[in-house]
């Protein structure tokens, strides 16, 4: 079983749309959170950290739930720059530095 | 600032050979790490060195070697190349000590053939 397993999509959404990202970890020393976002053969780039009490960034809400291991992310509003694949990212307590990532979905909002 | 910078951003390779890809960290930071990405899946950690010297390792074979230099600059060294090794090699680079942001480059796309 892989240590962060995500729903590989795609998800095809239009403009305006919610769309919801679900993330498991299996890890419970899993200490630190993160979604990213990678564009088509471009670098991953942080999009927020991921905190228990739940945290917004503008038009996107990220949430932790320790108890069930599952981290989600809420787009609200899309935008066709919205598309790109957005990859789940955990570190272990120890070892800050290393980002276990997930395998990513891949959104694509349409006209 | 320059950020992170990869080179070469293309590299094309036969089996069994052998190759060196270079990294050049954000101006501050003193850490670099390796990532391997094959294609559909995320990044894979190959390594992290720090003061000159590898402080964490992935699930990576001997084949895969690195080096920092004093200027905190990094080499991703891969031996006896497979067509496996064929994927974006990324780096990052962060600052050791408080929760830093990560910083990824450009990559390295190699092609074993």
């Known amino acids: 079983r892989k240590e962060v397993e995500q729903d590989p999509g795609p998800f095809n959404v239009p403009e305006g749309a919610t769309v919801a990202f679900n993330c498991t970890y299996s890890n419970s020393a899993s200490q630190s959170f993160f979604w990213y976002r990678q564009d088509c053969r471009k670098e991953p780039k942080l999009l927020m950290s991921v905190y228990s009490s739940g945290n917004e960034d503008g038009r996107f809400t990220a949430q932790l739930n320790r108890a069930s291991q599952y981290i989600s992310l809420l787009i609200r509003d899309s935008k066709l720059s919205d598309s790109a694949t957005y990859l789940c990212v955990v570190t272990r307590t120890g070892s800050a530095r290393q980002l276990t990532f997930g395998s990513g979905t891949q959104l694509t909002v349409l006209p | 600032d320059a950020g992170v910078t990869q080179s070469p951003t293309h590299l094309i390779k036969t089996r069994g050979q052998q190759v060196t890809l270079r990294c050049s960290p954000k101006?501050?930071?003193?850490?670099v790490s390796w990532y391997q990405q094959a294609l559909g899946q995320g990044p894979q950690f190959i390594f992290q060195y720090y003061e000159e010297e590898e402080r964490q390792r992935g699930n990576f074979p001997d084949r895969f070697s690195g080096h920092q230099f004093p200027n905190y600059s990094s080499e991703l060294n891969v031996n006896a190349l497979l067509l496996g090794d064929s994927a974006l090699y990324l780096c990052?680079?962060?600052?050791?000590?408080?929760?830093?942001?990560?910083?990824f480059g450009q990559g390295t796309r190699l092609t074993v053939v």
């Open positions: 990052a680079s962060s600052l050791q000590g408080g929760n830093t942001e990560a910083f």
């Open positions: 101006s501050g930071h003193d850490t």
